[in-house]
């Protein structure tokens, strides 16, 4: 992966309306997005040059935006065909792209009214989030997803993943590669940036109720694969003890894509068949190839 900051990188940025070079994309220190976090993004994979599921992340970008109570001041059609003009400027063959509008440095206080709505899309070169042969290690985070009540759960939105740097810095501290996070409840909730599946022995799926966090697309698409497969699927409550019983665990997102689970704290799992089988279809799913 490159090791240039991202602040010094090359090429173009679509920046309010059209490309500008990397290095003149710049915002204010008083930006309203940077001290209230009224931001929102999305995160896109390319794989061979194309953008997989680009409609459904710009519609959530949206719906992201008007949870937060901000209109993003350009139409979907627009941003959709600026992402392909930024992949495409970039020539980006397999990467990652990071659209991003957040509320502006008109005003400077907790009311945003009169803020401008800025918008950028950047986009990179980019390989597996994470080496999948053995299997990723994590701890268990002491900080909970927030009750649905009491933030914009269903949102991508900057502000919720502050729990997310915190829980991940100290699992990577701790010698663990990411967190599992519980629920407001005590429920196995999701990973910092992923969600979470387990399979039992007798070699069905169960998955938590997204209803706290974020129903990721990749999450959605897998769930897709496996029933096509004929795999029995449990969307459902799992209360942390249960882990002992399950004998495999994969989290999936679009970084993570579907990434094998060896270990959460003292729960050992074995990175199965099925879930190799799962991720070689995923795989064939966003490349458009036939899995073998």
């Known amino acids: ?148 009540d009491t933030i914009p759960w269903d949102t991508k939105a900057s502000g919720l993943y502050m729990i997310c740097t915190l829980s991940k810095h100290e699992a990577e501290q701790q010698g663990f590669t990411d967190s599992l996070m519980f629920d407001f409840q005590g429920n196995i909730a999701e990973a910092t940036g992923a969600n979470i599946f387990f399979k039992n022995k007798s070699g069905e799926l169960h998955t938590p109720i997204a209803d706290s966090f974020l129903n990721g697309i990749t999450r959605r698409c897998v769930i897709d694969i496996a029933k096509s497969k004929g795999i029995k699927i449990f969307e459902r409550k799992i209360k942390p003890e249960e882990m002992i019983d399950f004998v495999g665990c994969f989290l999936t997102g679009t970084a993570a894509e579907v990434t094998p689970v060896s270990q959460i704290d003292k729960y050992k799992f074995t990175v199965c068949d099925l879930i190799k089988d799962l991720s070689k279809s995923y795989q064939a799913l966003v490349r458009k190839k036939t899995a073998a």
């Open 1 to 148: 992966m490159e090791s240039v900051p991202y602040d010094k990188r090359s090429g173009k940025i679509w920046f309010n309306g059209a490309p500008v070079n990397w290095s003149d994309v710049k915002i204010h220190v008083l930006s309203h997005g940077l001290h209230y976090a009224s931001c929102v993004f999305e995160g896109e994979r390319v794989y061979d040059g194309e953008i997989f599921k680009l409609e459904e992340h710009t519609e959530r970008l949206f719906h992201s935006a008007s949870r937060m109570g901000f209109k993003i001041p350009y139409s979907q059609e627009l941003l959709n065909k600026a992402t392909k003009d930024i992949v495409a400027i970039q020539k980006i063959k397999n990467g990652y792209v990071r659209p991003v509008a957040w509320r502006g440095s008109e005003m400077m206080a907790i009311s945003a009214q009169q803020t401008k709505i800025n918008v950028a899309i950047a986009a990179w070169e980019w390989g597996p989030y994470y080496d999948i042969n053995k299997g990723i290690r994590l701890n268990i985070s002491k900080w909970k997803r927030p009750a649905p």
